[in-house]
């Protein structure tokens, strides 16, 4: 059982998270130095050692948590709501957590999925989009032979474009409510972006 982190510990590591992504939009990740992280995050480096190697580590730690994060907010089985009508504009509960959660850290989402020289971060979330969208593929359609492609690559060509989709809505700000982003996302993902089949 792993042990609960002192709120104090948890505070400092925010604090330090915090800054570093502040920085990393202002200047970029290899102009930052830690004298730069403690100073802004109102510690002293000391401090900083006594959680982290160097900044590296900080970057590393805080991608981590983020992803771990992610993973256990959406790792919900889609086995638990049997009854979920999927043709409804009515968004499941994962996909609402997926955005909620982007919301809640969206300072750090827009700096670590936007800035090219982390491109690890980007790849791990899309590993964690992947396995949810395989989840959500195998328990809507569990039959290979009424797919229309192979089962590999509908779940990477989503992954794909839920990632761009994530991206451009922190780009933009996130104009549109998480719940409201789940409902475009599944209803293009199910239904298409058609109203009528224009074909």
């Known amino acids: 059982m792993s042990r609960k982190l002192d709120p104090r510990v948890v505070r400092t590591r925010q604090m330090l998270r915090d800054a570093l992504v502040e920085l990393i939009h202002e200047q970029g990740y290899e102009k930052i130095t830690v004298q730069d992280i403690t100073s802004r995050a109102t510690l002293n480096r000391a401090t900083f050692y006594l959680h982290y190697r160097d900044k590296l580590d900080l970057l590393y730690q805080s991608s981590k948590e983020i992803v771990k994060d992610l993973t256990e907010c959406i790792d919900l089985s ?19 957590r997926l955005f909620e959660q982007v919301s809640q850290n969206s300072n750090l989402y827009k700096v670590f999925l936007t800035e090219k020289n982390m491109p690890h971060f980007t790849s791990r979330i899309k590993d964690v989009l992947v396995d949810f969208i395989l989840k959500g593929i195998n328990h809507v359609q569990p039959d290979d032979q009424l797919l229309t492609v192979p089962r590999e690559i509908a779940v990477r060509y989503f992954a794909a474009a839920f990632l761009e989709v994530i991206v451009w809505w922190l780009e933009k700000d996130m104009p549109y409510a998480p719940k409201y982003m789940a409902g475009l996302l599944m209803r293009i993902a199910i239904k298409g972006p058609y109203v009528n089949n224009p074909f």
Do not use: M, N, W
Request: charged share 40%; aromatic share 22%; glycine share 0%.
């Open 78 to 96: 889609f086995e638990e709501d049997k009854e979920f009508d999927f043709l409804s504009d009515k968004p499941h509960i994962v996909f609402i």
